[in-house]
Each structure stands twice: as C-alpha cells, then as structure tokens.
C-alpha cells in the first residue's frame, strides 16, 4: 500500500505512475496586475485629455493674460492730474472762450417785468459781460414758449453757446446773420431762474474737462 493511499481505503484505490497532482497558487496576484495596469491606462488616457483641453484654451488665456498686464501698466504709470479751467479744452478745433470773453445781450419777451434785469445781474455776477438789457424784439416778443433761447452768430456755435448754455441747460440755439460776437439770451414764457451757480459751475467745469483718448490707460 501506498503512503499516499488513505486509510481505511483497503488498498482498493491507489495512486500509480510518477505524475501527482500540484497545487496552484491563487490568482490574486494576477488580478492586482491587471489591476494596476488598468488604472495606468486611465490615468494616461485623462492626461491626454487634460492637456488637449489646455491646448484648445490657451488662446483665452494669453489674452487675460496680456490684458492683466496692460492693466498693471496702466496703474504703474503715474497719471497727471488735468486742472480743468474754462478756455483749456477745444471745441471744434477753437478754445472754449471764457465767461469773460462772451458778452451777452438780455431780453425779456415775457409780459412779466423786471427779468432782463435781474437776469443780466446774475450773469454779471458769474463772470460774463453784460452789453444791451431790454425787451426782446418785435419778432421774438412773447414768441419764445420755453425757457430762453440764445441767438448769435455761425460763430457762436462754437464755443459761446456751450459755455452760456451752461447756465441754464433748458435754452435752445439758434443763429443770425450778426457777424459780431456777442450773443442774445431771450427769456421766453417758460423761464423762471437761472440754474443754481453750483450746478452751472460744475456744468462748467464738465465742459472743460478733456476727454479720455481711446485705447490709451
């Protein structure tokens, strides 16, 4: 009887031959293999797709990038502070002229008395020169409905008007054949005051103040 044969078998059966069953080693080890080899695989496959993401992107992101330094040499650069005084900015090529430089003629073409006077005053007070005060002529006597309308020459259109315009922004314009510089400020029916100082120096001021160049910091 064999070593091999179990007990209590008799002899009956036996093992025979020199080729005897092996015992095989668990498959553990492959799985981890396999394992590992897969996650290699996903992990290359989502660096590819990273960097073609980073590749499409890359426009985008040199501009923000050049953006952000156009900004930071903007806030580097030292910025003068402009000092905005009437007759420093130009207007159609031509200096704003000064409220000393524009002399303005007041009419009343209201039934009401006493506003050309008043009125021209009040001008006098904010710097302008005063030339005639009166009723306003037969052809714009109680013909002005809003509140004041500036007459003066082509001219004027040019600088006289914004810087008169100023003090009361409700005043329509209109030109003449006058070859002289003054202008004429009709009152009309609407009229009631001239606007607050405050608000017509600051008017003033915006007028004068130079306008940002485009493309620049």
Not at 124 to 136: C, L, P, Q, S, T
Request: aromatic fraction near 4%; charged fraction near 20%.
């Amino acid at each position: 009887m064999s070593m091999l044969t179990p007990p209590g078998m008799g002899g009956k059966y036996r093992i025979t031959g020199d080729v005897y069953p092996r015992m095989r080693r668990p498959h553990r080890r492959r799985r981890i293999v396999l394992g590992a080899a897969a996650a290699v695989l996903v992990l290359g496959a989502a660096g590819w797709g990273t960097l073609q993401l980073v590749d499409v992107f890359s426009g985008g992101d040199e501009k923000t990038t050049n953006a952000a330094g156009k900004q930071a040499d903007c806030k580097a650069a030292p910025k003068a502070k402009p000092t905005p005084t009437p007759g420093s900015r130009t207007a159609g090529g031509a200096p704003l002229p000064k409220p000393a430089q524009i002399t303005v003629n007041v009419y009343n073409a209201t039934p009401r008395a006493g506003l050309a006077k008043t009125t021209a005053d009040e001008l006098k007070k904010r710097g302008f020169v005063i030339g005639k005060v009166g009723n306003a002529p037969v052809a714009y006597d109680k013909k002005v409905p809003g509140s004041a309308l500036l007459l003066g020459s082509p001219g004027a259109t040019k600088g006289a008007f914004s810087v008169v315009g100023t003090q009361l922004k409700a005043a329509t314009t209109k030109v003449d054949a006058r070859t002289t510089a003054d202008v004429d400020l009709i009152i009309g029916t609407a009229f009631k005051t001239l606007d607050p100082k405050a608000a017509a120096d600051a008017a003033l001021v915006a007028l004068n103040k130079p306008k940002p160049v485009p493309g620049r910091c």
